[in-house]
Structure formats: C-alpha cells, structure tokens
T-cell receptor, first 117, second 114 residues
Framework: GAVVSQHPSRVICKSGTSVKIECRSLDFQATTMFWYRQFPKKSLMLMATSNEGSKATYEQGVEKDKFLINHASLTLSTLTVTSAHPEDSSFYIC?????????????FGPGTRLTVT | AQSVTQPDIHITVSEGASLELRCNYSYGATPYLFWYVQSPGQGLQLLLKYFSGDTLVQGIKGFEAEFKRSQSSFNLRKPSVHWSDAAEYFCAVGGNAAGNKLTFGGGTRVLVKP
C-alpha cells in the first residue's frame, strides 16, 4: 500500500514551452502533497506545499508564477513548469501525506527527470 | 528554523563491514526523524522513522538508528553491509510544528568495496 506515482518519468521539452508533471496517490487520500526539486548529487529542496482545494504555499525563493501547482483532488497534484528554460532542468519529486492515518509519514513518488533544451 | 546536517558526504566501506552514517538536527519542538535511501535516478525509500518511545529504532534492510536528544543526533547503523546498500542516504526532520514539512540533510553517498 501507500504508492505514489509520477507521470511522466522523463520529459524533454524545448526552451519556452510548458510542461506538466502529475503526482498521484494510488491507494490513499493525501491531505497534503509536497513538491521537491533535486539537483544532481544534491539534496532535496522543498519547493511548495499543496493542500487539496487551496492555494499552494511556496518556499522562499521559489517563483510561484513559474511553478504552478494545482491540487484538484485528494489523490492528484500537478506541477506545471511554465516557460521552461535550461536552468529548470532537474529531478522533481513529489510526496503525498495522508496525515495521522499514515503514521505521519510522507510517501514519495519515483521522480520526474526534466530536461529543457 | 529546522535544519539537518550530515557531516559525511562520501563513505566507502568494505562489504561485510559495519556502517554508521551521522545525522545531527536542529528543531524547536519534538522532532519526527527519518532516514531515506535513494538509488540513482529513483525516488526515496523510507528506511526507518522515529516519533517517540524507544530511542533505538529498527528499520528495513537490517538498518537501525538511535535517537539521542542530548546530542541532537539520529545516526544510522548497519552491522554488515551488502553491495546492494551502495546508494545515497538522506536524514530528514519534520513534525507537526512544521506543518509536517520535511527538511533534508545534504545526503551521504555510500560506496561498497567488494
């Protein structure tokens, strides 16, 4: 149980285009989903916290107009990288948090490798 | 503000030898502590977690960790390392006081020599 999927696993897009990444909790409802970014050989940096039905809370330094987050249901959150540029190339990982029913644990997706050319 | 320090960027260990990964944290309330493992190009897998109770926590794959409040540490150990344990290991701290947000350490890359 407690499986989180991400789609796509890899995406290559051209500079200036937008790309959407989906994060789904497959067998539980997530009150909160988190989006992280991981640079090569680096740790995970929290980008934003997403609660179903409300606006995402972005961490300091993260451009909310560039990284659009929508949490339309308790099992789906999307991250859209708008007007992508090569510096947005990274590994994006989401996690889903079911709350106390899930033992206060975040469950992580397998990640999405974004390459902007 | 919460923070996590993993002092060792790389550790090389021989197969069959013991392994200890260090983690020090800073957190203003009762911490929830986690250790995750990440293989190249993959997501994170939870090894173990500590919320309260017994300060020695057992996890998957033969790993254990000990919470020491006086030292603000949560070190990960394994008595005998297998080649498949080569990976990146992350310590993380969070808790209800932080809205359940996790702060990750910089990670320790473990290399296993045959």
């Amino acid at each position: 149980g407690a499986v989180v999927s991400q789609h796509p696993s890899r995406v290559i897009c051209k500079s200036g285009t937008s790309v959407k990444i989906e994060c789904r909790s497959l067998d539980f409802q997530a009150t909160t989903m988190f989006w992280y970014r991981q640079f090569p050989k680096k740790s995970l940096m929290l980008m934003a916290t997403s609660n179903e039905g409300s606006k995402a809370t972005y961490e300091q330094g993260v451009e909310k107009d560039k990284f659009l987050i929508n949490h339309a249901s308790l099992t789906l959150s999307t991250l859209t990288v708008t007007s992508a540029h090569p510096e947005d190339s990274s590994f994006y990982i989401c996690s889903a948090y079911p709350g106390a029913s899930g033992g206060y644990e975040q469950y992580f997706g397998p990640g999405t490798r974004l390459t902007v050319t | 503000a919460q923070s996590v320090t993993q002092p060792d960027i790389h550790i090389t260990v021989s197969e069959g030898a013991s392994l200890e990964l260090r983690c020090n944290y800073s957190y203003g309330a009762t911490p929830y502590l986690f250790w995750y493992v990440q293989s190249p190009g993959q997501g994170l897998q939870l090894l173990l977690k500590y919320f309260s109770g017994d300060t020695l926590v057992q996890g998957i794959k033969g790993f254990e960790a000990e919470f020491k409040r006086s030292q603000s540490s949560f070190n990960l150990r394994k008595p005998s390392v297998h080649w498949s344990d080569a990976a990146e290991y992350f310590c993380a701290v969070g808790g209800n006081a932080a809205g359940n947000k996790l702060t990750f350490g910089g990670g320790t890359r473990v290399l296993v020599k045959p």
